[in-house]
């Protein structure tokens, strides 16, 4: 019933901001208000996504248009813009996935430099950062001749604060309260203003992670067949995250010279404890197996850089170095302990497992950029090159297995040992990857009315790959690439409020790092073997975006885009032929460049008061993104894996100036995503995300927020469908059919700032 209600309700204020539209268009066009330095505490007004001015496609919202519902993170910021989801554990926000394709397609950048990522695939974890060093958050739709083109996608850049965005400074503190009892708190600091003769900005963040859920599998032996066995099963991930942020701005003459660095520790513990019970009967008489696994996380991003502007040969150069590192380090252990592997219940325990892992990655990136801006004939010209060198050195080891059967009483039991056991490489555990690109540009802008932009970018790689769990012989390989990657952006604007996009540009995606170690994974896939490719080349992809956007009034936007992708060398496991090592009806299979895939859909947007109704101090926000895909695989056509159907987020923040005080929601949904791998295929759904947020505001200097998140307790439902070989999956012969829900529960958030 409740959902019923919240459905009509979220459907009347979409269909009231909708229907404002036309009239909105017929406004008169102010001038937008002039840029300010950011507030540290909301004064009553509310922010809308911005109207940027670039030629590319690129959406941009600041801070304030995310703040009054305090998130926590960058990726609790970026589920509510458009064209982003995530497949997640519920409440969790980690992987991007723009345009609903996997999180390798996705290059995140932090102050429009790459990252280093903990992901094997590349990826960078957005949770790591905390939202409160951020500036605003860029939606890069199509690439530029002057950015990275590992971007098939798009591009998410995290801008973070700088010297020049605070005249003044903040306190935050708070609570966070949790379902289950637990409170975490949250602190921070920032200042900025004139010092040390230039612009200085000094920030520091500390707050309480967690996140408890539950979860209840069932397992079948197929689909509509006998239950076997269910598990039950509480994961507490809690921790903490530290932060320090700091910029500085000199100007000397008409040069100006940059400093910046940033740190971010993480510090989680994954507490996963499950009891399985025989035919889906909760009673010892039928209790299976006890389990108990914690994951240890640390990790550290780090950044620091140093840049310098100043003008040359009738225009501005610009010399950067950056240089970004990750290290990461996790300890897992596994304890089981088995019932009814005899005829005596619980609890007489029958046999004892325990495994224990170690990962440990050190990734650098290196960067000196060169860079001049001037104008020519005209229209404006930049040209430079970025040379980058990435350290990779990856650790990951395991002890191992510890197996006893333990007989029953009264004799003896066998002694067990503690959890610290010798640890020795996995295959592919034990590697170092080194990486020099090389990556010149050339970018012409131009147009008043017409505005276009046309650039050429190059990319050289070289790669070094040493895997030392692998023969002497195959241990070190070396491969190089490069690619030409043009780039064109038109944007006419009809009139004031109007304007059309028009982009096509060509993009890369590098394999991932587990992809390319030549050592010998055995049952990986079902019971299919694994080896990877040293000499996979990147995938490669020809984009076009189509964008409408106008202004509504004053302060509104809204936008609509259209985008296709045609990805050609796609990354897709082929066969070797060779028997694996389960024997007949198994194989080893391996990555290869075979394939060729599609990605297309429609995304609109759109953030405004509603002023024509009188109600300036009303504003909605409404996206909605359609995603459809295609590629080939060994089982025939299927979308790409795990990209949803849809995603949208609908909300509203209203303001009552008199008691200075202001209360909004917003609801996010998105739609089933279906997986497909040899041996596995999953679909996926959940809920819609229902949050809200009140706030009482008192004099210029405080503010006192109220906020809870995922008030309908949202599930994240997911079918597996398993199978033991190729032949298998093909005849729908199960190995395996599994049901598994998980749910997160309500948390709560009080939050108090202070300016100065």
């Known amino acids: 019933m409740h959902r019923t209600t919240l459905a009509r309700a979220l459907s009347r204020v979409l269909a009231a901001s909708i229907a404002i539209a036309p009239a909105a268009f017929a406004q008169p066009v102010d001038a937008a208000p002039a840029d300010e330095l950011d507030r540290v505490v909301v004064t009553g007004e509310i922010v809308y996504r911005d109207r940027t001015e670039a030629t590319a496609p690129v959406l941009s919202y600041d801070l304030e248009y995310f703040q009054r519902f305090e998130p926590l993170t960058v990726g609790d910021m970026l589920k509510r813009v458009p064209s982003v989801t995530f497949i997640s554990d519920v409440l969790e926000y980690d992987g991007v996935r723009l345009r609903g394709l996997d999180p390798g397609y996705t290059q995140i950048l932090v102050n429009g430099k790459r990252v280093p990522g903990a992901g094997f695939d590349r990826t960078f974890f957005v949770d790591r950062i905390p939202a409160e060093l951020v500036e605003r958050i860029e939606i890069v739709r199509s690439a530029s001749a002057d950015r990275s083109g590992d971007a098939v996608a798009g591009a998410l850049n995290i801008v973070l604060r700088d010297g020049m965005t605070l005249d003044g400074g903040y306190l935050r503190a708070g609570l966070q309260s949790f379902t289950d009892g637990e409170v975490e708190p949250t602190f921070g600091a920032f200042w900025g203003g004139e010092a040390l003769g230039g612009h200085l900005l000094l920030g520091a963040n500390v707050q309480g992670r967690r996140n408890p859920k539950s979860k209840l599998s069932q397992r079948f032996d197929a689909p509509g067949g006998t239950l076997d066995n269910i598990e039950v099963q509480s994961d507490v991930r809690s921790g903490k995250d530290y932060a320090f942020n700091a910029d500085y701005r000199l100007a000397i003459g008409e040069a100006e010279l940059n400093l910046h660095g940033l740190f971010v520790r993480t510090d989680r513990l994954q507490d996963e404890d ?94 000196l950029e060169v860079r001049h801006d001037r104008a020519l004939g005209g229209m404006d010209l930049a040209f430079g090159v970025q040379a980058t060198r990435k350290s990779r050195v990856t650790d990951i080891a395991a002890a191992p297995r510890y197996r006893v059967t333990i007989p029953n009483a009264p004799a003896p039991r066998p002694a067990i040992p503690g959890p610290v056991q010798a640890l020795a490489p996995v295959p592919g555990g034990d590697s170092t990857l080194r990486e020099d690109r090389l990556e010149p540009f ?84 079902g ?230």
């Open 527 to 756: 019971d299919n073997d694994f080896i990877g490719n040293p000499d996979l080349r990147p995938e490669d992809a020809w984009g076009a975006d189509l964008g409408f956007e106008r202004r509504l009034g004053r302060r509104g936007v809204a936008g609509v885009n259209l985008f296709y992708r045609d990805i050609r060398d796609l990354i897709e496991i082929a066969n070797t032929g060779v028997e694996g090592d389960e024997g007949p009806g198994t194989f080893v299979l391996q990555p290869r460049n075979t394939g060729d895939g599609r990605v297309w859909g429609a995304e609109f947007d759109l953030s405004t008061p509603l002023t024509l109704f009188g109600l300036e101090g009303t504003g909605v926000f409404f996206n909605y993104t359609w995603l459809d895909s295609e590629v080939e695989d060994f089982f025939g056509t299927r979308r790409f894996s795990d990209q949803s159907r849809y995603v949208y987020n609908v909300g509203f923040i209203q303001e009552l100036a008199g008691p200075a005080l202001s209360f909004g929601a917003t609801f996010r949904k998105q739609g089933d995503a279906y997986g497909r791998i040899v041996g596995e295929e999953v679909r996926t759904s959940y809920d819609g995300d229902l949050e809200a947020f009140v706030e009482k505001r008192f004099g210029e200097q405080w503010t006192l927020r109220l906020t809870g998140t995922n008030l309908l307790d949202q599930s994240k439902d997911e079918v597996f469908d398993k199978f033991a070989t190729i032949a298998d999956q093909i005849a729908r012969d199960y190995d395996e059919y599994e049901l598994e829900s998980e749910t997160g529960g309500r948390a709560w958030q009080l939050i108090v700032r202070y300016a100065f």
């Open 274 to 367: 499950s009891i399985e019970y025989r035919a889906g009967v909760r009673d010892d008489a039928n209790l299976l197996t006890i389990n108990d696994n914690d994951l240890d996380i640390l990790t550290d991003n780090y950044a620091v850089g140093l840049g310098l502007e100043v003008p040359m040969a009738g225009g501005r150069t610009a010399i950067r170095y950056d240089h970004a590192g990750l290290a990461d380090e996790q300890d897992e252990f596994e304890n089981e302990t088995e019932y009814l592997r005899d005829a005596i219940a619980f609890p007489e325990d029958d046999r004892f497992t325990r495994d224990v892992s170690r990962v440990a990655i050190e990734d650098r990136d290196d960067t």
């Open 442 to 525: 050339v970018k012409f802008e131009g147009g008043d009315r017409l505005e276009w932009e046309a650039g050429l970018r190059y990319e050289r790689t070289r790669t070094r790959l040493e895997d030392r769990t692998v023969a002497a012989a195959d241990r070190e390989s070396r491969t190089g690439y490069g690619y030409l990657l043009p780039s064109a952006h038109l944007k006419f604007a009809l009139d004031q409020a109007n304007r059309i996009t028009a982009s096509v540009a060509r993009t890369v995606r590098r394999p991932g790092f587990d992809q390319l170690s030549p050592a010998l994974l055995t049952g990986e896939l």
